[in-house]
């Protein structure tokens, strides 16, 4: 499953944007807030981070992903 289809199966109502940027760069912004960069930690995240981040996100401000990957699928 893509990370958007994950996403919106949890979260219906939630806005899935992407926008291309530089090559290296990866990084996923809740609401405003920087929750992940492929800068800082090397890889991708963990869908199911990504997942549990949007929803905890409903009831406050999401908390930073530390776990990685080196694969991801976004659409």
Do not use: W
């Not at 949890?10 to 807030?33: L, M, Q, Y």
Request: net charge neutral; hydrophobic share 35%; with cysteine.
């Amino acid at each position: 499953m893509s990370l958007k289809r994950a996403i919106t199966a949890k979260v219906p109502d939630a806005v899935v944007n992407g926008t291309v940027g530089r090559k290296s760069c990866f990084e996923i912004e809740i609401d405003g807030h920087l929750v992940f960069s492929k800068l800082e930690s090397g890889g991708f995240p963990y869908e199911e981070d990504v997942v549990a981040a949007v929803v905890q996100a409903q009831n406050g401000k999401p908390e930073k992903l530390t776990r990685s990957s080196s694969s991801c699928v976004i659409s």
